[in-house]
């Protein structure tokens, strides 16, 4: 066994080409005739075969590198006996004119895939080919001679895609259960309600799509919970009950107005284009016993805490009653998703798709708060911004949190008319 330098061959008009293929690595066994590199010039591109057989000791050249005739490719570990490696010798010219042969060929816009094995595209379009993955040899050129453009490249993709998506299935999970429920107990089987079922896949799509990320704070309702708890119908005396969550409503509104970006949506984000919303449609999840709704209060900027709460009350009774119509659970601007009636804190909530953020509300409680300089009870809410990253970062969500704090605070409650 002997070592063999393997060098660039005569490439005629070829000099100072790129690399832009290496196609063998140290330890690798390869025949001749093997490809070892592909270089690419503004005409054409073409590849570099082995004139031995052996195994890759050392590779002298890389992807980028510039190349002519003579420069070393690598150093073979060459299998032949010296008979066969003389042999062998006398072919080498051969080879070379059938190199020659090839790039004649491909200069002149005419593929022979018996000898190349490459098809016939311009620099330009094998670089497009590389970078989306597509091996151009399965491409059909619809230009002359079947050369091979950008748009090809395209189609062929496009097409591909399509049967994708016409007979992907959804695949099993990797781990499958060894033994059934029932071999453990007694078990029950019932349908799982259809509204979860039609909400499991927005759900799903929602979560592999966008980028979750979470924030949380908490925002100090103490003069708002004060305000609420006060308000009497000026007739009659009687306490006007109005739920917190309206006045949550109102607050994201005013958010919104000042964050534009978390009114907005992304429906492909390959095109580089956001859909900034002028309306203020606010979600709102609805808790039913056949799964979670998310009906939208309508233009809520343009109305009164008093009939938003009316419309939540009543929204909330349709959903309920599986009356809600269909067009009603979408187009909305953000969601709002609350927990307070029930209990617990901080939560992440999942982003309802298209929309770009999401704002959770846990249950309100009372808290000793060093304030103005001395502890004070105030009436704390948690709250958790969950926001598609791909819009929004957490400098902008962070300070989103601050103005719905705000807006929650102390000076905002009086300010809402009832």
């Given at each position: 066994?002997?070592?063999?330098?393997?060098?660039?061959?005569n490439?005629?008009?070829?000099?100072?080409?790129?690399?832009?293929e290496?196609?063998?690595?140290?330890?690798?066994?390869?025949?001749?005739?093997?490809p070892?590199?592909?270089?690419?010039?503004?005409?054409?591109s073409?590849?570099?075969?082995?004139?031995?057989d052996?195994?890759?000791?050392?590779?002298?050249?890389?992807?980028?590198?510039?190349?002519?005739?003579?420069?070393?490719?690598?150093?073979?570990e060459?299998?032949l006996e010296?008979?066969?490696?003389?042999?062998?010798?006398?072919?080498?010219?051969?080879?070379?004119?059938?190199?020659?042969?090839?790039k004649?060929?491909?200069?002149?816009?005419f593929i022979?895939?018996?000898i190349?094995?490459?098809?016939?595209a311009?620099?330009?379009?094998?670089?497009?080919?590389?970078?989306?993955?597509?091996?151009?040899?399965?491409?059909?050129?619809?230009?002359?001679?079947?050369?091979?453009?950008?748009?090809?490249?395209?189609?062929?993709?496009a097409?591909?895609?399509?049967i994708?998506?016409?007979?992907?299935?959804v695949?099993?999970?990797?781990?499958?259960?060894e033994?059934?429920?029932?071999?453990?107990?007694?078990?029950?089987?019932?349908?799982?309600?259809?509204?979860k079922?039609?909400?499991?896949?927005?759900l799903?799509?929602?979560?592999?799509t966008?980028?979750h990320v979470?924030?949380?704070?908490?925002?100090d309702?103490?003069?708002?919970?004060?305000?609420r708890?006060?308000?009497?119908?000026?007739?009659?005396g009687e306490?006007?009950?109005?739920?917190?969550?309206?006045?949550i409503?109102?607050?994201?509104v005013?958010?919104l107005?000042?964050?534009?970006?978390?009114?907005?949506?992304?429906?492909?984000?390959?095109?580089?284009?956001?859909t900034?919303?002028?309306?203020?449609?606010i979600?709102?999840?609805?808790?039913?016993?056949?799964?979670?709704?998310?009906?939208?209060?309508?233009?809520?900027?343009?109305?009164?805490?008093?009939?938003?709460?009316?419309?939540?009350k009543?929204?909330?009774?349709?959903c309920?009653?599986l009356?809600?119509a269909?067009?009603?659970?979408?187009?909305?601007?953000?969601t709002?998703?609350?927990?307070?009636?029930i209990?617990?804190?901080?939560?992440?909530?999942?982003?309802?798709?298209?929309?770009?953020?999401?704002?959770?509300?846990?249950?309100?409680?009372?808290k000793?708060?060093?304030?103005?300089?001395?502890?004070?009870?105030?009436i704390?809410l948690?709250?958790?911004?969950?926001?598609?990253?791909?819009?929004?970062?957490?400098a902008?969500a962070?300070r989103?949190?601050?103005?719905?704090?705000?807006?929650?605070?102390?000076?905002?409650?009086?300010?809402?008319?009832?």
């Open positions: 066994m002997s070592d063999t330098e393997i060098r660039v061959p490439i005629g008009e070829f000099k100072d080409v790129e690399v832009i290496v196609l063998v690595i140290e330890g690798q066994e390869i025949k001749k005739n093997d070892l590199i592909t270089i690419e010039s503004d005409k054409s073409v590849e570099i075969p082995s004139v031995f052996g195994k890759v000791k050392t590779l002298k050249i890389k992807v980028g590198d510039k190349v002519s005739e003579g420069n070393l490719i690598l150093i073979l060459e299998k010296t008979k066969e490696k003389t042999r062998e010798n006398k072919i080498v010219k051969k080879s070379f004119e059938k190199i020659q042969e090839i004649s060929e491909i200069k002149q816009n022979n895939n018996k190349t094995n490459i098809s016939s311009s620099p330009k379009a094998r670089k497009f080919a590389r970078e989306l993955g597509v091996n151009i040899n399965q491409v059909t050129g619809s230009e002359k001679d079947g050369r091979i453009i950008e748009d090809d490249i395209k189609k062929f993709v097409t591909k895609s399509k994708f998506e016409e007979t992907k299935e695949k099993p999970d990797k781990i499958q259960n033994f059934e429920h029932s071999d453990f107990g007694q078990v029950e089987i019932k349908d799982i309600p259809r509204v079922k039609i909400a499991s896949k927005y799903t799509n929602s979560w592999t966008i980028p979470t924030n949380h704070d908490e925002a309702i103490t003069e708002m919970e004060n305000f708890n006060s308000l009497t119908d000026m007739y009659s306490e006007i009950k109005i739920t917190p969550l309206a006045f409503i109102k607050a994201l005013s958010s107005k000042k964050f534009p970006s978390f009114n907005s949506s992304i429906d492909k984000i390959e095109t580089g284009k956001m900034l919303k002028k309306y203020y449609h979600g709102i999840a609805v808790d039913t016993p056949n799964g979670l709704m998310v009906p939208k209060i309508r233009n809520a900027n343009n109305k009164k805490i008093s009939l938003i709460n009316k419309e939540l009543e929204v909330s009774e349709l309920r009653n009356k809600i269909k067009k009603e659970l979408f187009g909305g601007s953000m709002i998703t609350s927990l307070g009636g209990g617990g804190s901080f939560f992440t909530p999942i982003i309802n798709y298209p929309e770009v953020a999401i704002l959770g509300v846990g249950r309100s409680q009372k000793q708060v060093f304030l103005n300089g001395k502890f004070q009870t105030r704390t948690p709250i958790s911004l969950s926001y598609d990253h791909r819009i929004i970062d957490g902008e962070a989103f949190n601050n103005e719905i704090k705000e807006n929650l605070g102390k000076n905002f409650a009086y300010k809402l008319a009832v």
